[in-house]
């Protein structure tokens, strides 16, 4: 398994190779948008929009995570448990205490989110904090505090942004090219036309798999980084197994923030289950209990 330092360095590195690839796809957008309606200004509006993202998204994305699943910060008097975890595990990790955030959802869910541990946040459900008992809760807490010190935050939640962004880039030139005239006032032919149109249509496709191209074995580091952290693996497996068995999906899923959450927000239902493997951003629960099992701590 690799180790603290060796996962820091490959996020950091995937972060830059994701920012780099999110700026080729938005050029290539650019490019053909350009060809389409024969204005090679729009490709330097695109290059422009692509740079300004990169910028926006390391710096603002955990905001854009925040609110695009409706969390709002965890009153200290009314969570008081549940900061205390926090505190407690932070100190234990060796990092700042993290911002604590409450979403109002029934479905058990977490996640953390924020460009560095001095920026990290932790948001945990309403449903979460029902269902789970204090060593099952700090098993969560510390898996979320494992991605935190993996710096798995950085490339995750630098992803929400620039695949939201691509796939609302490419909608805009579709929406254009459908609506915006004649073939021959766009300086374009037939043959244009359609690679144009096919390459807004592939671009949010091809942005999905960036995202999915996040590895799967950052979860497995984080539990296993998180029964170190607590010393008792089986707080978080059987905090796993109640989650698992919540059906329903989350208010707000989205494949957009999926990957951000310890479990998938779609639900074990068989919707949400389809849902899962499609865009499969999570290992099966069954084998992160087992291999939480298989821990000699």
Sequence with gaps: MASLYTQQGRNVFRTWMLMGVFLMLVMLIGFVAAQYFGSSS??????????????????????????????????????????????????????????????????????????????????????????????????????????????????????????????????????????????????????????????MILAPLAAQLIQLAISRKREFLADASGALLTRYPEGLASALRKISGYEAPMRRASTTTAHLFISNPFGAHQAGQFVQKLFSTHPPMEARIAALKGLDI
């Design 42 to 199: 729009i490709l330097y509006l695109a290059v422009g929009f692509a740079l300004i993202t990169n910028v926006w998204a390391y710096w603002f994305s955990d905001k854009i995570a925040i609110a695009s699943v409706g969390a709002t910060p965890a009153d200290e008097h009314e969570y008081r448990e549940l900061h205390r975890i926090v505190e407690n595990l932070a100190i234990t990790a060796g990092i700042p205490k993290p911002r604590v955030y409450i979403i109002d959802d029934p479905a058990p869910n977490a996640f953390a989110t924020g460009r560095d541990k001095d920026h990290a946040v932790v948001a945990a459900t309403t449903g979460l904090l029902g269902i789970l008992d204090r060593n099952e809760l700090e098993g969560v807490v510390a898996h979320e505090l494992s991605h935190v010190g993996n710096r798995d935050i950085l490339v995750m939640t630098v992803a929400v942004v620039l695949v939201g962004f691509i796939s609302v880039l490419a909608n805009i030139f579709l929406r254009m090219s459908m609506f915006g005239g004649n073939d021959r006032d766009r300086g374009a032919g037939p043959l244009v036309a359609i690679a144009a149109i096919l390459a």
